[in-house]
């Protein structure tokens, strides 16, 4: 089975544009989540969908959106960039088990975001 | 206020040691993750736990519900252990994760 991708691998924006990334979760999974990384914060929940729903929101402002379609693929975007959105986005593939939480994630290499 | 809480932050060890990380947590949990992060970014998921133990080769992650403390360990540490171990913590609807634990692993 293919990992999880992620589109494109490395990005240099401007502050105040906006950007979009990609990600295509291993086959059959039907839940992804994304999350941003930092060297300050750390790792951090942004948000989970699953079958093209938002389940489960961090708390990051509305800048942050994504959307989910019919085949999973998953993409997040970020409008209005600032200097602090500088970092690495993971997002991470799982199925769900019979009680409806997580199984195991699977994690892409990440699209590392560059703000000047 | 951190929800997830790792020690140590740092470790070196010689080659062959027997290691061991601890998390704690704050809030009630549905599962708990040990991940592995690589220089370059790549994290791999190691365990997903939600009572008792797991092993996979030389890890071995245990859990306490009641004391909210899960542990990982590598039993006979090798260089390529060398990485960031990051404990997860997954509520209702919400992830939160710890710092890290960056390992060096002495030849």
């Known amino acids: 089975k293919a990992g999880v991708t992620q589109t494109p691998r490395y990005l240099i924006k401007t502050r105040g544009q906006q950007v979009t990334l990609s990600c295509s979760p291993i086959?059959?999974?039907?839940?992804v989540s994304w999350y941003q990384q930092t060297p300050g914060q750390g790792l951090q929940f942004l948000f989970e969908?699953?079958?093209?729903?938002?389940?489960n929101k961090g708390n990051f402002p509305g800048r942050f959106s994504g959307r989910q379609f019919s085949n999973s693929r998953s993409e997040m975007n970020v409008s209005t960039l600032e200097l602090g959105d500088s970092a690495l986005y993971l997002c991470a593939s799982s199925s769900l088990n019979t009680r409806g939480s997580y199984n195991e994630q699977f994690f892409g290499p990440g699209t590392r975001l560059t703000v000047l | 206020k951190n929800e997830v809480e790792q020690s140590p932050q740092n470790l070196t060890a010689q080659e062959g040691e027997f290691i061991t990380i601890n998390c704690s947590y704050s809030?009630?949990?549905?599962?708990l993750h040990w991940l592995q992060q690589h220089p370059g970014g790549g994290i791999v998921s190691l365990f997903m736990?939600?009572?008792g133990k797991k092993k996979h080769g030389r890890l071995i992650a245990t859990i306490n519900i009641q004391e909210k403390h899960s542990s990982l360990h590598i039993t006979a540490s090798h260089p390529r252990d060398s990485a960031v171990y990051i404990c997860a913590v997954a509520t209702g609807n919400q992830f939160y994760f710890g710092t890290g634990t960056s390992l060096t692993v002495i030849p």
């Open positions: 969908y699953f079958s093209e729903t938002q389940r």
């Open positions: 736990l939600s009572s």
């Open positions: 086959s059959g999974h039907r839940s």
């Open positions: 809030v009630g949990i549905s599962a």
